[in-house]
Protein backbone atom coordinates (compact mmCIF):
# COMPACT_ATOMS: atom_id res chain seq x y z
CA UNK A 1 0.00 0.00 0.00
CA UNK A 2 1.23 3.63 -0.70
CA UNK A 3 0.13 7.50 0.92
CA UNK A 4 -1.49 8.91 -1.34
CA UNK A 5 -1.98 12.34 0.20
CA UNK A 6 1.14 14.42 0.21
CA UNK A 7 1.88 13.78 -3.69
CA UNK A 8 -1.98 13.45 -4.94
CA UNK A 9 -4.10 15.05 -2.84
CA UNK A 10 -6.08 12.55 -1.67
CA UNK A 11 -5.39 11.43 2.03
CA UNK A 12 -6.21 7.70 0.74
CA UNK A 13 -4.10 4.61 1.12
CA UNK A 14 -3.97 2.74 -2.21
CA UNK A 15 -2.34 -0.57 -3.39
CA UNK A 16 0.77 -0.23 -6.16
CA UNK A 17 -1.91 -0.94 -8.45
CA UNK A 18 -3.87 2.34 -8.56
CA UNK A 19 -2.63 5.92 -8.53
CA UNK A 20 -4.41 8.80 -7.47
CA UNK A 21 -4.00 12.96 -8.72
CA UNK A 22 -5.70 15.92 -8.54
CA UNK A 23 -5.68 18.69 -11.05
CA UNK A 24 -7.81 20.94 -9.11
CA UNK A 25 -11.21 19.73 -8.53
CA UNK A 26 -11.06 16.60 -11.07
CA UNK A 27 -9.61 12.99 -9.56
CA UNK A 28 -7.53 10.83 -12.30
CA UNK A 29 -6.97 7.69 -11.26
CA UNK A 30 -4.63 5.69 -13.04
CA UNK A 31 -5.15 1.76 -13.31
CA UNK A 32 -1.09 0.96 -12.69
CA UNK A 33 0.06 -2.35 -13.22
CA UNK A 34 0.77 -2.59 -16.95
CA UNK A 35 3.44 -5.05 -16.61
CA UNK A 36 0.02 -7.57 -16.19
CA UNK A 37 -1.88 -5.34 -18.24
CA UNK A 38 -4.16 -3.56 -15.33
CA UNK A 39 -5.62 -7.11 -14.45
CA UNK A 40 -7.74 -6.18 -11.00
CA UNK A 41 -6.68 -8.57 -7.85
CA UNK A 42 -8.53 -8.12 -4.78
CA UNK A 43 -6.61 -4.91 -3.55
CA UNK A 44 -7.10 -3.17 -6.61
CA UNK A 45 -10.71 -3.83 -6.42
CA UNK A 46 -10.72 -2.24 -2.03
CA UNK A 47 -8.79 0.28 -3.49
CA UNK A 48 -11.31 1.32 -6.03
CA UNK A 49 -13.85 1.10 -3.50
CA UNK A 50 -11.88 3.42 -1.01
CA UNK A 51 -11.40 5.84 -3.73
CA UNK A 52 -14.72 6.23 -4.43
CA UNK A 53 -15.92 6.15 -1.26
CA UNK A 54 -13.25 8.61 0.27
CA UNK A 55 -13.03 11.24 -2.27
CA UNK A 56 -12.48 14.99 -0.65
CA UNK A 57 -14.72 17.67 -1.26
CA UNK A 58 -13.94 19.38 -3.74
CA UNK A 59 -13.40 17.28 -6.33
CA UNK A 60 -16.18 17.53 -9.34
CA UNK A 61 -15.73 14.89 -11.22
CA UNK A 62 -13.12 11.52 -11.66
CA UNK A 63 -11.22 10.05 -14.56
CA UNK A 64 -9.98 6.47 -14.71
CA UNK A 65 -7.56 5.66 -17.53
CA UNK A 66 -5.28 3.10 -17.68
CA UNK A 67 -0.84 2.69 -17.84
CA UNK A 68 0.61 1.18 -20.37
CA UNK A 69 -0.97 -0.41 -23.91
CA UNK A 70 -4.21 -1.46 -22.50
CA UNK A 71 -7.16 -0.17 -20.13
CA UNK A 72 -7.65 -2.97 -18.64
CA UNK A 73 -7.51 -7.00 -18.82
CA UNK A 74 -10.07 -7.66 -16.97
CA UNK A 75 -10.00 -10.05 -13.48
CA UNK A 76 -6.58 -10.99 -12.73
CA UNK A 77 -7.04 -14.79 -13.65
CA UNK A 78 -4.53 -16.01 -11.52
CA UNK A 79 -6.54 -15.54 -8.12
CA UNK A 80 -9.39 -17.16 -9.41
CA UNK A 81 -8.18 -20.86 -9.34
CA UNK A 82 -8.20 -20.18 -5.01
CA UNK A 83 -11.50 -20.15 -4.86
CA UNK A 84 -14.31 -22.20 -3.65
CA UNK A 85 -17.93 -21.37 -4.66
CA UNK A 86 -18.77 -18.85 -1.83
CA UNK A 87 -15.74 -17.02 -1.98
CA UNK A 88 -16.39 -16.44 -5.37
CA UNK A 89 -19.67 -15.07 -4.79
CA UNK A 90 -17.84 -12.90 -2.57
CA UNK A 91 -15.59 -12.12 -4.81
CA UNK A 92 -18.30 -10.96 -7.40
CA UNK A 93 -19.85 -9.11 -4.40
CA UNK A 94 -17.11 -6.95 -3.83
CA UNK A 95 -16.92 -6.14 -7.65
CA UNK A 96 -20.47 -5.07 -6.97
CA UNK A 97 -19.67 -2.52 -3.85
CA UNK A 98 -16.90 -1.49 -5.78
CA UNK A 99 -18.57 -0.64 -9.12
CA UNK A 100 -21.57 0.92 -7.63
CA UNK A 101 -19.57 3.35 -5.85
CA UNK A 102 -18.48 4.51 -9.05
CA UNK A 103 -22.22 4.38 -11.03
CA UNK A 104 -23.79 5.98 -7.72
CA UNK A 105 -20.99 8.03 -6.20
CA UNK A 106 -20.53 11.25 -5.37
CA UNK A 107 -19.44 12.81 -8.86
CA UNK A 108 -19.74 11.54 -12.03
CA UNK A 109 -16.86 9.37 -13.53
CA UNK A 110 -15.31 9.73 -17.19
CA UNK A 111 -12.98 6.44 -18.66
CA UNK A 112 -10.52 6.92 -20.85
CA UNK A 113 -10.25 3.38 -23.04
CA UNK A 114 -6.97 2.48 -25.17
CA UNK A 115 -6.14 -1.18 -25.90
CA UNK A 116 -7.87 -3.73 -24.50
CA UNK A 117 -10.66 -2.95 -22.39
CA UNK A 118 -11.92 -6.83 -21.80
CA UNK A 119 -14.01 -8.81 -19.27
CA UNK A 120 -13.58 -6.78 -16.16
CA UNK A 121 -12.34 -4.05 -17.76
CA UNK A 122 -15.26 -3.75 -19.56
CA UNK A 123 -17.43 -3.83 -16.57
CA UNK A 124 -15.44 -1.09 -14.94
CA UNK A 125 -15.37 0.75 -17.67
CA UNK A 126 -19.52 0.32 -18.37
CA UNK A 127 -20.21 1.35 -14.63
CA UNK A 128 -18.95 4.90 -15.98
CA UNK A 129 -21.19 8.01 -16.55
CA UNK A 130 -18.89 8.75 -20.03
CA UNK A 131 -16.61 6.61 -22.23
CA UNK A 132 -14.02 8.20 -24.58
CA UNK A 133 -12.36 5.75 -26.39
CA UNK A 134 -8.95 5.82 -28.55
CA UNK A 135 -9.06 4.15 -31.42
CA UNK A 136 -6.42 1.45 -30.34
CA UNK A 137 -9.41 0.25 -27.99
CA UNK A 138 -11.37 -2.89 -28.46
CA UNK A 139 -13.82 -4.61 -26.45
CA UNK A 140 -14.24 -8.29 -25.41
CA UNK A 141 -15.60 -10.64 -23.04
CA UNK A 142 -13.38 -13.54 -22.37
CA UNK A 143 -15.07 -14.81 -19.64
CA UNK A 144 -17.20 -17.25 -21.99
CA UNK A 145 -13.70 -19.05 -23.41
CA UNK A 146 -12.00 -19.16 -19.82
CA UNK A 147 -15.17 -20.69 -18.49
CA UNK A 148 -16.48 -18.07 -16.17
CA UNK A 149 -19.23 -15.80 -16.59
CA UNK A 150 -18.84 -11.81 -15.59
CA UNK A 151 -19.15 -11.30 -11.97
CA UNK A 152 -18.45 -7.39 -12.12
CA UNK A 153 -21.98 -6.11 -12.91
CA UNK A 154 -21.45 -6.87 -16.71
CA UNK A 155 -24.84 -8.65 -16.79
CA UNK A 156 -26.95 -6.09 -15.71
CA UNK A 157 -24.81 -2.70 -17.28
CA UNK A 158 -23.66 -4.37 -20.60
CA UNK A 159 -27.18 -5.40 -21.97
CA UNK A 160 -28.34 -2.08 -21.12
CA UNK A 161 -25.64 -0.22 -23.40
CA UNK A 162 -25.68 -2.48 -25.62
CA UNK A 163 -28.18 -5.03 -26.25
CA UNK A 164 -28.80 -8.21 -24.54
CA UNK A 165 -28.14 -9.68 -28.58
CA UNK A 166 -25.09 -8.23 -28.27
CA UNK A 167 -23.57 -9.43 -25.24
CA UNK A 168 -24.66 -13.17 -25.72
CA UNK A 169 -22.63 -12.99 -28.68
CA UNK A 170 -19.51 -11.03 -27.63
CA UNK A 171 -19.89 -14.03 -24.82
CA UNK A 172 -20.97 -17.46 -26.68
CA UNK A 173 -18.40 -16.52 -29.79
CA UNK A 174 -15.61 -14.64 -28.44
CA UNK A 175 -16.66 -11.69 -30.82
CA UNK A 176 -14.54 -8.94 -30.46
CA UNK A 177 -15.90 -5.43 -31.21
CA UNK A 178 -13.01 -2.45 -32.69
CA UNK A 179 -13.30 0.93 -31.39
CA UNK A 180 -14.82 2.11 -34.54
CA UNK A 181 -17.59 -0.83 -34.09
CA UNK A 182 -17.69 0.24 -30.20
CA UNK A 183 -18.18 3.83 -30.95
CA UNK A 184 -21.21 3.07 -33.32
CA UNK A 185 -23.04 0.07 -30.73
CA UNK A 186 -22.90 3.00 -27.88
CA UNK A 187 -19.98 1.16 -26.33
CA UNK A 188 -18.26 4.72 -26.30
CA UNK A 189 -19.50 8.12 -26.35
CA UNK A 190 -16.40 9.60 -28.16
CA UNK A 191 -13.66 8.39 -29.98
CA UNK A 192 -10.22 10.44 -30.11
CA UNK A 193 -6.53 9.53 -31.66
CA UNK A 194 -4.07 7.25 -30.25
CA UNK A 195 -3.13 9.35 -27.05
CA UNK A 196 -5.67 12.30 -27.32
CA UNK A 197 -7.78 10.05 -24.56
CA UNK A 198 -6.70 11.68 -21.45
CA UNK A 199 -6.92 15.01 -22.80
CA UNK A 200 -10.34 14.59 -24.00
CA UNK A 201 -11.05 12.71 -20.36
CA UNK A 202 -9.84 15.78 -18.86
CA UNK A 203 -11.99 18.28 -20.77
CA UNK A 204 -15.10 16.73 -20.69
CA UNK A 205 -14.55 16.50 -16.60
CA UNK A 206 -13.95 19.99 -16.63
CA UNK A 207 -17.22 20.81 -18.19
CA UNK A 208 -19.39 17.93 -15.93
CA UNK A 209 -17.55 19.98 -13.28
CA UNK A 210 -19.04 23.26 -14.14
CA UNK A 211 -22.11 22.28 -14.20
CA UNK A 212 -24.85 22.58 -10.74
CA UNK A 213 -24.30 20.29 -8.43
CA UNK A 214 -27.90 19.32 -8.48
CA UNK A 215 -27.86 18.89 -12.11
CA UNK A 216 -24.97 16.16 -11.97
CA UNK A 217 -26.68 14.76 -8.81
CA UNK A 218 -29.82 14.00 -11.04
CA UNK A 219 -28.63 12.57 -13.92
CA UNK A 220 -26.37 10.30 -11.91
CA UNK A 221 -28.53 9.17 -9.08
CA UNK A 222 -32.01 9.97 -10.97
CA UNK A 223 -32.52 9.37 -14.28
CA UNK A 224 -30.76 5.86 -14.07
CA UNK A 225 -33.72 5.15 -12.00
CA UNK A 226 -36.49 6.78 -13.86
CA UNK A 227 -35.43 5.01 -16.96
CA UNK A 228 -35.60 1.79 -15.14
CA UNK A 229 -39.36 2.96 -13.37
CA UNK A 230 -42.82 2.41 -15.20
CA UNK A 231 -43.75 5.43 -16.84
CA UNK A 232 -46.07 6.70 -14.37
CA UNK A 233 -43.40 6.76 -11.28
CA UNK A 234 -40.81 7.73 -14.16
CA UNK A 235 -43.11 11.05 -14.67
CA UNK A 236 -43.81 11.86 -11.06
CA UNK A 237 -40.24 11.48 -10.06
CA UNK A 238 -39.37 13.45 -13.33
CA UNK A 239 -41.36 16.37 -11.98
CA UNK A 240 -40.35 15.58 -8.57
CA UNK A 241 -36.43 16.37 -9.49
CA UNK A 242 -37.10 19.35 -11.66
CA UNK A 243 -38.39 20.84 -9.54
CA UNK A 244 -36.06 20.32 -6.47
CA UNK A 245 -33.25 21.04 -9.56
CA UNK A 246 -35.20 24.38 -10.64
CA UNK A 247 -35.59 25.30 -6.87
CA UNK A 248 -31.84 25.92 -6.07
CA UNK A 249 -30.04 28.86 -5.91
CA UNK A 250 -27.61 27.57 -8.89
CA UNK A 251 -30.07 27.25 -10.68
CA UNK A 252 -31.89 30.56 -10.32
CA UNK A 253 -28.65 32.35 -10.74
CA UNK A 254 -27.87 30.36 -14.14
CA UNK A 255 -31.46 31.14 -15.39
CA UNK A 256 -31.02 35.12 -14.37
CA UNK A 257 -27.90 34.96 -16.06
CA UNK A 258 -28.84 33.32 -19.33
CA UNK A 259 -31.80 35.72 -19.53
CA UNK A 260 -29.12 39.11 -18.66
CA UNK A 261 -27.43 38.04 -21.72
CA UNK A 262 -24.32 36.90 -19.23
CA UNK A 263 -24.35 32.99 -20.05
CA UNK A 264 -23.26 31.58 -23.62
CA UNK A 265 -25.99 30.44 -26.25
CA UNK A 266 -26.59 26.61 -26.85
CA UNK A 267 -24.52 26.34 -30.46
CA UNK A 268 -23.40 23.46 -32.36
CA UNK A 269 -19.90 22.37 -31.06
C1 LIG B 1 -2.63 -11.32 -16.77
C2 LIG B 1 -3.90 -10.96 -17.28
C3 LIG B 1 -5.03 -11.27 -16.49
C4 LIG B 1 -2.41 -10.35 -18.70
N1 LIG B 1 -4.84 -11.90 -15.31
N2 LIG B 1 -2.49 -11.94 -15.60
N3 LIG B 1 -9.14 -11.52 -19.05
C5 LIG B 1 -8.65 -12.15 -20.12
O1 LIG B 1 -9.00 -13.27 -20.40
C6 LIG B 1 -7.61 -11.41 -20.89
C7 LIG B 1 -6.26 -12.01 -20.61
N4 LIG B 1 -5.16 -11.23 -21.17
C8 LIG B 1 -4.87 -11.21 -22.49
O2 LIG B 1 -5.57 -11.77 -23.30
C9 LIG B 1 -3.63 -10.47 -22.91
O3 LIG B 1 -2.78 -10.37 -21.76
C10 LIG B 1 -3.89 -9.05 -23.45
C11 LIG B 1 -4.57 -9.16 -24.81
C12 LIG B 1 -4.77 -8.21 -22.51
C13 LIG B 1 -2.55 -8.30 -23.59
O4 LIG B 1 -1.66 -9.08 -24.38
P1 LIG B 1 -0.09 -8.77 -24.32
O5 LIG B 1 0.57 -9.63 -25.36
O6 LIG B 1 0.14 -7.30 -24.40
O7 LIG B 1 0.40 -9.20 -22.84
P2 LIG B 1 0.65 -10.65 -22.25
O8 LIG B 1 2.02 -11.11 -22.62
O9 LIG B 1 -0.45 -11.59 -22.54
O10 LIG B 1 0.57 -10.37 -20.68
C14 LIG B 1 1.63 -9.72 -19.97
C15 LIG B 1 1.61 -10.28 -18.56
O11 LIG B 1 0.37 -9.94 -17.96
C16 LIG B 1 1.67 -11.81 -18.54
O12 LIG B 1 2.30 -12.16 -17.34
P3 LIG B 1 3.88 -12.59 -17.30
O13 LIG B 1 4.13 -12.92 -15.87
O14 LIG B 1 4.00 -13.76 -18.26
O15 LIG B 1 4.64 -11.39 -17.79
C17 LIG B 1 0.21 -12.21 -18.45
O16 LIG B 1 0.03 -13.48 -17.87
C18 LIG B 1 -0.30 -11.12 -17.54
N5 LIG B 1 -1.75 -10.92 -17.69
N6 LIG B 1 -3.74 -10.35 -18.49
C19 LIG B 1 -3.59 -12.21 -14.90
N7 LIG B 1 -6.29 -10.94 -16.88
C20 LIG B 1 -15.43 -10.02 -11.98
S1 LIG B 1 -15.41 -11.17 -13.19
C21 LIG B 1 -14.47 -10.56 -14.49
C22 LIG B 1 -14.06 -11.72 -15.32
C23 LIG B 1 -12.98 -11.36 -16.29
O17 LIG B 1 -12.49 -10.27 -16.34
S2 LIG B 1 -12.48 -12.62 -17.28
C24 LIG B 1 -11.43 -11.90 -18.44
C25 LIG B 1 -10.01 -12.10 -18.06
Given at each position: MSAAKSRSGFDIQLPRSLKAERRDDIGILSLARPEKRNAIDDPTVLGIETFFAS?????KAVVVRGEGEHFCSGL????????NIPQGIAHSRNWHRAFERIEFGKVPVVAVLHGAVVGGGLEIAAACHIRVAETSAYYALPEGSRGIFVGGGGAVRLPRLIGTARMTDMMLTGRTYGAEEGQAIGLSHYLVAPGAGLAKGIELAERIAGNAPMTNFAVMQVLPRIAESDPATGYLTEALISAIAQGDDEAKERLKAFLEKRAPKTLRN
Open positions: LPEGIDLGELTAR
